[in-house]
Structures are given as structure tokens and as C-alpha cells.
């Protein structure tokens, strides 16, 4: 199924008016992050706040919808977000890192996976991660699984 007909699906169930949603996957293990939202283990994510400025998107906010993809494009869920802020990267909490459910939910595991991968992200674009660059912390709940 891809993402409209899950969209199409969700707004049908649960009688929703909404009609603007956003489909993603994420990042470097998509199908296992997908999972870990679909067990309930994974309710947060964090993204480089350089990369909205550099491809001018605009920031997620309370109250919006995402359907989630696979490594294969294929929808797994939806979820909506719930809380967004931003913060430097060496203040991404121990809690933010324990809901973002990867590893064993410790901060400095999520700081060690995390410094690879913004540093890859930074380095696609020509900039250099450093650990005072600005983090998008997103916090979202899953309201809808085939």
C-alpha cells in the first residue's frame, strides 16, 4: 500500500477532515525504526535543523500527520506529531534519546548513532556536523495501523 491509500484509509476510519499529511521513512534503517513505531517502543525522532533551512522546508508542528514508509516506499503507519522543539545537539535529553527507542535507549547511544549519521547527512550538503548544531527533536504518537 503507499502512502495515499493509507492516508485515504485513515482519514475514512476515523472520520477525519484533514487532508494535508507528509510521508516519510527514517533515516538510515527505515524498515527497523518503522518497526520500533509499530511496538510502541519508538515515539520521538531528532533531524538536522540545517537541512530544513538548506532545503527550505518548513519545520513539523503539533497536530501534523506523517505516514511512515518503508525502506521499499511501501506505508507502514501513521502518527501524529505532538510536540516539536529545537535544541542544540549536546542537549538532546536523556529522555528525548529514550523515546527515540533505538539501542537500549540510553543517551549515549543515541548520541553515538546520531553523530554518525548527521555527520554523513552534513557532509551530502557540503557543511560540517558539529555538536552545537541546532536538532530538530520531534515527538509524535501512532494512531493508525492497517
Known sequence: MNAEQMWNKFVTKNQITETEYQSWAFGAAADELAEL???????????????????????????????????????????????????PFKEVSEEHAAKEGEGNGSLEYWRNVHIEFFTECMSETGKLFDEDMPVVCEEFQLVYIP
Not at 42 to 52: E, F, I, M, N
Not at 60 to 78: F, H, M, Q, R
Open 37 to 87: 513505531v509499530l511496538k510502541g517502543i519508538k515515539t520521538g525522532t531528532a533531524s538536522a535543523y540545517p537541512l530544513y533551512e538548506i532545503e527550505n522546508e518548513i519545520l513539523p508542528k503539533a497536530g501534523d500527520y506523517s505516514v511512515i514508509l518503508d525502506s521499499k516506499n511501501e506505508a507502514v503507519c501513521v502518527i501524529q506529531t505532538t510536540e516539536v522543539y529545537v535544541v
